[in-house]
């Protein structure tokens, strides 16, 4: 009976040890939002009390991560050129739809008001079919180290998509205030830093000199642009320019630390440093479909030229080896460890022609053990857990600390990932080995 009571309490113990935890887990996970600033100042809304002189600019994002994330670093450029600050939207994360946008900016906010904290759902509709949508609106500061354009930029928060609502919260009573430069279609309009910048406007149609912009509505609180994406959409030919977009890129990397932690699993898995390749393999729609087995064939022969000219690792762990060494002994493969981020499985007949090659390809299912910690991260901006749409990150940060990366033309992962790429190469991977 003694022994039975020792059990019971043991179990309660136990029990109460597993709550506490998880409550100190959950405040912990909260505080980190406020100790940021996100719990603070995400409601730009409600915290609009300063200089009635400060003056702003915004914009709407829309499409997938990578295309907002162009937007978003395009609009720190516009708020650095300016002399303004920036009300920030959030990342917009759907589930059940590709992306959101519409060329024509009031049709674009139409669908954007419809994505509040007050709820994770929305109807989408196209061709008179509606359907339920899940959606989560995430902070930048959460997954992007803004620690240095802090330094030189205000930033605020947006907290929904109402127009009227950020017009009041500026006390902009009428449009004489505020310049709203609105999208009639894709590419309307192209930004100068140089009004003398030759550069032509290619598929853009509007020319804006950013000299002018500034100097004739210097006095508008507020300057909304539409669409900020296109990595053409601002040419900066001025020196100060130049130089503030490299250290602005260079900045602009993820730093969420379980992602972080993850991402170092992964790699010590891989091997450690200077032991895989990253590769991108984008076949699943559009354009990117159609020209699949191109991608494939030419990444592919990209990576058999490297390892013929012993420009890449081709030592995998013991660990790795014991793996795919059977496949290794088949003729016409190639001994490489290679991290493989795409949009097919396995059983897709390109990525398994891919397989037969490089039989020691390992993908993020192979780290199923390492991706736990993605189940416990949620979103206290609609507490909508976060495992779906970080799973992308933990691909992007790996295939980037290859000793090489190999990425599909076009595709703005792959562009992100080779400029990380880039940069961890540069730094030598301290940040995620030391």
């Not at 396995?346 to 053990?369: G, M, V």
């Amino acid at each position: 009976m003694k022994f039975l009571k020792f059990i019971k309490k043991k179990n309660l113990l136990i029990l109460v040890t597993i709550v506490i935890f998880y409550i100190i887990y959950t405040i912990s996970i909260r505080l980190s939002f406020e100790s940021n600033g996100i719990e603070i100042q995400r409601d730009f809304q409600s915290n609009n009390n300063g200089d009635p002189d400060e003056k702003f600019i915004t914009y709407l994002p829309h499409s997938g991560f990578n295309n907002q994330r162009i937007s978003m670093e395009n609009a720190l450029f516009m708020a650095y050129f300016l002399n303004r600050s920036l009300i920030l939207p959030p990342i917009v994360f759907l589930d059940g739809l590709n992306h959101l946008y519409s060329e024509k900016t009031d049709k674009l906010y139409s669908k954007l008001i419809q994505l509040n904290h007050d709820s994770n759902n929305f109807t989408s509709c196209k061709d008179k079919r509606c359907k339920q949508v899940k959606f989560t609106l995430y902070p930048w500061d959460e997954l992007i180290d803004m620690s240095w354009i802090r330094e030189r930029i205000k930033i605020t928060y947006r907290s929904d998509f109402n127009l009227t609502s950020l017009l009041t919260s500026l006390n902009i009573t009428n449009e004489q205030e505020f310049l709203f430069l609105k999208d009639e279609f894709s590419y309307h309009y192209k930004f100068y830093d140089d009004s003398n910048s030759t550069t032509s406007l290619d598929k853009f149609h509007v020319r804006i000199n950013l000299s002018d912009l500034k100097k004739d509505h210097h006095n508008k609180r507020l300057i909304h642009f539409g669409s900020l994406f296109s990595s053409s959409r601002i040419v900066k030919e001025l020196p100060e320019s130049r130089i503030f977009w490299k250290n602005l890129t260079r900045e602009l990397v993820p730093n969420n630390q379980i992602l972080v932690e993850i991402t170092r699993d992964i790699i010590n898995e891989l091997g450690g440093q200077g032991n895989f390749i990253g590769s991108h393999i984008r076949l699943g729609d559009s354009f990117f479909q159609v020209n699949g087995n191109k991608t494939l064939d030419k990444i592919t022969q990209r990576i058999i030229n490297d390892y013929i000219k012993n420009s890449v690792p081709n030592h995998p762990n013991d660990k790795l080896f014991t793996l795919c060494k059977d496949d290794l002994s088949k003729p016409n493969t190639v001994p490489l460890v290679i991290f493989l981020a795409t949009d097919k499985d396995r059983s897709d007949p390109r990525i398994r022609s891919f397989l037969e090659i490089f039989p020691c390809t390992f993908t993020q299912s192979d780290f199923i053990y390492s991706l736990e910690p993605l189940k416990r991260v949620i979103n206290p901006l609609g507490n909508m857990n976060m495992q779906k749409f970080f799973a992308p990150f933990v691909d992007l940060l790996v295939v980037s600390h290859g000793v090489k990366f190999y990425g599909t033309e076009k595709s703005t992962f792959s562009s992100y990932a080779q400029r990380l790429h880039d940069i961890h190469q540069e730094d030598n991977f301290v940040d995620f080995i030391s």
